[in-house]
């Protein structure tokens, strides 16, 4: 009788649960697929640690403990829902090997415990500390999960409870079922028949309830996690335009649902609404309508809706506006800080340039100042500024500085030198102090004069996704035929585009910072310093050098050897803050209640240090810029202009 | 030889760059007449037909402004194959730009972009790799050609006579109508229109708060100019987004261009270097806006702009 109970039971309840999945499953299988195969061992190794080992979770320390009591708890509760339903079918049966064992019930008795705890510690966060990575989440959603999570590790540990009073398991390895089985007798059969359907009823329960409910993560996490970008983040991932090719094949990155890879739609059913990217994000810290939480939650909702009650896929409304707004789409400075933050591996700036994409090469719509940098590089001077290509070399001056002409032989370092670099006064200034101090380390270097141009990062990261593969493959085909093997950048946009883009159109090229080779220089003692420099100095770590690309001591190392004194601001290295010129925001008009570049600012400014160090020509004007509108003394240089004042001649 | 000029017109007059392609008409030679499409055009031919232009094909009817570029491109083919014309000049405008366009897909004839003159009525000099080359074209193919020409290209001046007015009628099909204007709206731009003026006076930073730009104001005033100023001075809250000069802002080429506590910043650099005189007052003679400057005068401003507006309007009244 109560076999075939338990059959009808988990029949209906895996076929409303496919049921309810169908819509979902439909939808990612017809998405366009993610090459997201290489390197497996990589992929298996984040499972280890991101999803198992919590990685990500713990980078805040008690939500990170909360999260994994339950996790972990889960994991190790799995077997005993077998176990419920043998029970159901006969008191009497259990899992072989593992019912009676009593270290598994002593495992058995621990976490349910713990998970317990981790719910008490749930709410505790959610109604006390209340903390503001939640605001807009669903908060009466996740309390209807929790208190279900609660119910399930409850009438487990009643259950077994009872069957220790019915002296069908061994009190003596469960300290809390056993403590708790003083409220049984030896006739409470009937209360353990209730307890173990209650169990396994809520338990069934939750199954149907998790393909449409934020709880769907306990699926898709691990998933989501395998197929994340491997290596540096700051690389996007391309999207070849051949305008020669068949028609059907030419997308311009994402206008409707139907055009989000399949990754991307796993991004989408993976998101808990925990808050911690908003918690990082620049544009929402500053009173932007951008919140990385809030983009997912809205295109998770817009897709969730187009799969709608009849189960029909209606997928051709565009997403943007009608699931996010144009102003959250041209908020994102890219910085990454909410990738870097996602416990489950969402890649929120990826899906934004490819929505940017599609605004911008389908549609043609985006800020129109922004204009002026797409016409500037696109132009025949190719720089954002539109500058005349020949006054590359204006910054040169008195400096000895050998210019690369076509069929000379490359030299061992290639300085890119970078638009900003060459045009902009203040990246000119790092330009001249890398060009004397390569020169005093005897390095032998050249530049490419007019013949480099923008490498495209503004324009991709705009969206133009052509007008960047344009670049790339002209800029590529310059340093192949130079017989370029290294090249030293100064920018970290132009860094990042070289070392992880390139390789992308062909570049075999090894890329250093300038900050690295001049640490290196340093190192092998090429470069002298007096390393009698005085005052303090605080270092602001680039998005692209530090968190897209993990480059975070080059700079610290080369600012040891000045002879400053290094302060470090709250936010530093990987918990970086952007200074709000990434993302081609440098070429648009900023809203909201505060200016990123002054919040970021202030921070350096709190350290008390007279110096801020910058290794990007953006952030040297971004925060520059802050400096002056606030009429600071506090002085922003890049880090090579302070070695070059501090090194010997 | 009959050049047409598509003059641009409102309830105001003529637009200036539709005097400036008159001029340069009737130093081509031939007979010119202008076409004026909108309200204001009947009101708009005696400025025209000073400036040179015999006959004014005129229409006042709302349509064109109802349909911009369709309607006006519908009537412009009729009226070119009535008349058979040799030559249309239109002004390098958004609006002309899209009529040109449009009527060229009728004519099917030649149509010259982003032209800087005329030195014949078959040659047309543009500028190319932005602006560090100028090439001279030849205009080929059978009549009308059609070129767009940059505003300011030429100066304007009349020739005093006058013209007849030849009322045209609007009669646009439905099909061709196109896009319909459903709705107006003013950028509510409390600054005067600083592309248009031949003396911009902008302030920046140096300025230190929103106060001191009256005394630019004065002097744009007195110089008959307009007031613009760098992003620092925008973000800083002192003017208006629609003052900003820039990579970000507005581009502009006056005839002279006082910069006035403007560091220089390459971002704003972007979006004046066109000006044909820079002048520069600023406290610091190291600033770069200084090796850009015609005219560089280190100093406090705060006495040298009152001093400059009094000495103008000195001059102005004697």
Same mark, same amino acid.
């Given at each position: 009788m109560s076999a075939v109970a338990l059959a009808a039971v988990l029949a209906g309840a895996v076929a409303l649960f496919v049921t309810r999945s169908r819509a979902r499953v439909a939808l990612v299988r017809a998405a366009r697929p993610t090459p *997201?195969? /290489?390197d497996v061992a990589a992929r298996a190794g984040r499972e280890l640690t991101?999803?198992?080992?919590?990685r990500k979770l713990f980078q805040k320390a008690v939500p990170g403990l909360m999260h994994a009591f339950i996790f972990w708890g889960f994991l190790v509760l799995f077997p005993t829902i077998v176990e419920a339903m043998l029970a159901i079918v006969d008191?009497?049966?259990? %899992?072989?090997?593992?019912?009676?064992?009593p270290w598994f019930l002593f495992v058995v008795d621990l976490f349910a415990t713990l998970v317990i705890v981790g719910v008490a510690i749930a709410f505790a966060i959610r109604k006390?500390?209340?903390?503001?990575?939640?605001?807009? @989440?669903h908060m009466g959603e996740a309390d209807r999960i929790l208190l279900t999570i609660l119910a399930i590790v409850v009438t487990l540990l009643l259950w077994n409870a009872s069957r220790i009073a019915l002296g069908?398991?061994?009190?003596?390895?469960?300290?809390v079922a056993g403590a708790l089985?003083? &409220?049984?007798?030896?006739?409470s059969g009937t209360a353990e028949r209730i307890l173990v359907w209650s169990h396994l009823l809520i338990v069934l329960a939750f199954l149907t309830y &998790?393909?449409? @409910?934020?709880?769907l993560h306990i699926i898709t996490a691990a998933p989501n996690v395998f197929f994340a970008k491997n290596?540096?983040?700051? *690389?996007l991932e391309p999207q070849r335009i051949d305008l020669e090719g068949p028609d059907e094949d030419l997308r311009f990155g994402v206008?409707?649902?139907?055009? &989000?890879?399949k990754k991307q739609l796993l991004d989408l059913f993976s998101c808990?609404?925990?808050?911690r990217c908003q918690d990082v994000c620049p544009a929402w810290a500053t009173g932007?309508? %951008? @919140?990385p939480k809030l983009l997912i939650m809205d295109l998770r909702d817009h897709v969730a809706g187009a799969t709608g009650a009849t189960g029909?896929?209606?997928?051709?409304?565009?997403?943007?506006?009608?699931?996010?707004?144009d102003e959250v789409v041209w908020d994102?400075?890219?910085?990454g800080a909410c990738v870097r933050e996602c416990p489950v591996d969402i890649e929120h700036v990826d899906t934004i340039v490819d929505l940017r994409r599609n605004l911008v090469m389908?549609?043609?719509?985006?800020? @129109?100042?922004a204009g002026a940098m797409l016409r500037g590089v696109e132009g025949?001077?190719?720089n954002p500024w539109g500058q005349?290509?020949?006054?590359?070399?204006?910054?040169?001056?008195d400096i000895p500085v050998r210019v690369l002409q076509p069929g000379e032989d490359a030299p061992e370092? &290639?300085?890119?030198?970078?638009c900003a670099g060459a045009f902009d006064d203040r990246a000119k200034k790092t330009t001249q102090s890398v060009a004397r101090l390569l020169n005093a380390a005897g390095v032998d270097w050249a530049i490419l004069g007019a013949r480099e141009s923008c490498t495209g990062d503004p324009a991709r990261r705009m969206g133009h996704e052509y007008l960047f593969q344009m670049l790339a493959e002209q800029n590529v085909a310059t340093l192949t035929e130079a017989g370029v093997r290294k090249v030293v950048a100064t920018c970290a946009h132009c860094f990042n585009t070289l070392a992880n883009e390139y390789p992308d159109y062909g570049a075999r090229l090894e890329v250093v910072h300038h900050t690295e080779l001049l640490s290196h220089l340093l190192a092998e003692q090429r470069l002298l310093t007096t390393g009698g420099a005085a005052g303090t100095v605080t270092y602001h770590d680039a998005c692209y050098l530090?968190?897209?690309?993990?480059?975070? /001591?080059a700079p610290r190392d080369v600012l040891a050897g000045t002879g400053l004194t290094s302060t470090e601001m709250?936010?530093?290295?990987?918990r970086s803050f952007c200074c709000g010129a990434g993302g081609a925001r440098m070429w648009m008009e900023e809203g909201g209640e505060a200016r990123i570049n002054d919040t970021r600012f202030a921070e350096a400014e709190a350290t008390g240090a007279d110096t801020v160090a910058v290794a990007c020509p953006y952030c040297f004007v971004m925060l520059d810029d802050a400096a002056k509108a606030k009429g600071s003394d506090v002085r922003v240089a890049d880090v090579a202009t302070l070695l070059a004042e501090a090194t010997l001649d | 030889m009959t050049t047409w000029v598509i003059a641009e017109v409102g309830p105001e007059g003529p637009a200036e760059s539709a005097l400036e392609l008159l001029t340069k008409a009737r130093d081509l030679g031939g007979d010119v007449a202008a076409v004026a499409l909108g309200p204001g055009a009947t009101g708009a031919a005696e400025a025209l037909g000073a400036h040179g232009a015999a006959t004014v094909y005129a229409s006042d009817d709302a349509i064109f402004e109802e349909h911009p570029g369709s309607a006006a491109a519908h009537v412009l083919a009729e009226l070119v194959g009535a008349h058979a014309p040799d030559l249309l000049l239109f002004a390098g405008t958004y609006a002309s730009r899209d009529v040109a366009g449009r009527l060229q897909a009728r004519t099917g004839t030649t149509l010259m972009a982003? +032209?800087?003159? !005329?030195? +014949?009525?078959?040659r047309a000099t543009t500028e190319i790799f932005g602006g560090t080359a100028i090439v001279e074209v030849a205009l080929e193919g059978p009549a009308p050609r059609l070129v767009l020409v940059r505003p300011k290209s030429f100066a304007a001046s009349p020739s005093g006579g006058t013209a007849t007015i030849v009322p045209v009628t609007a009669d646009v099909p439905e099909d061709r109508r196109g896009a319909r204007v459903v709705e107006r709206h003013a950028e +509510?731009? $409390?600054?005067?229109? !600083?592309?248009?003026?031949?003396v911009v006076v902008a302030g920046g930073r140096? !300025?230190?708060?929103?106060?001191?730009?009256s005394i630019l104001d004065d002097l744009a005033a007195a110089v008959g100019g307009a007031v613009g100023a760098s992003r620092a001075a925008v973000d800083a809250g002192?003017?208006?987004?629609?003052y900003q000069i820039g990579q970000t802002g507005k581009t502009v080429k006056p005839d002279v261009y006082i910069a006035v506590?403007? $560091?220089?910043a390459l971002q704003h650099v972007t979006g004046m270097k066109g000006a044909k005189r820079i002048v520069a007052i600023n406290?610091?003679?190291?600033?770069?806006i200084m090796q850009l400057a015609d005219l560089g005068v280190v100093g406090d401003l705060f006495t040298i702009v009152p001093a400059l507006t009094e000495e103008v309007r000195r001059r102005a009244g004697s």
């Open positions: *997201r195969t /290489d991101q999803v198992l080992g919590q008191p009497d049966w259990t %899992l072989p090997y593992l019912g009676h064992a006390v500390q209340r903390p503001a990575r939640f605001e807009g @989440s069908l398991s061994d009190g003596d390895a469960q300290p089985s003083g &409220l049984f007798t030896a006739t &998790l393909p449409r @409910s934020k709880h290596g540096p983040s700051g *690389r206008a409707t649902a139907a055009d &989000l890879s808990t609404e925990c808050g932007k309508p %951008l @919140s029909e896929i209606e997928l051709q409304a565009p997403l943007v506006p009608d699931a996010v707004t994102c400075v890219t910085c389908a549609e043609s719509r985006f800020p @129109s100042e025949p001077n190719q005349p290509a020949s006054e590359r070399t204006g910054w040169v001056g370092y &290639l300085f890119w030198v970078g530090g968190r897209h690309n993990g480059r975070f /001591d709250e936010r530093a290295r990987e | 982003n +032209a800087t003159d !005329l030195p +014949a009525a078959d +509510a731009a $409390s600054g005067p229109k !600083l592309e248009d003026a031949k140096g !300025l230190g708060g929103p106060d001191p730009f002192w003017v208006p987004y629609a506590g403007i $560091s220089g406290r610091d003679g190291d600033a770069p």
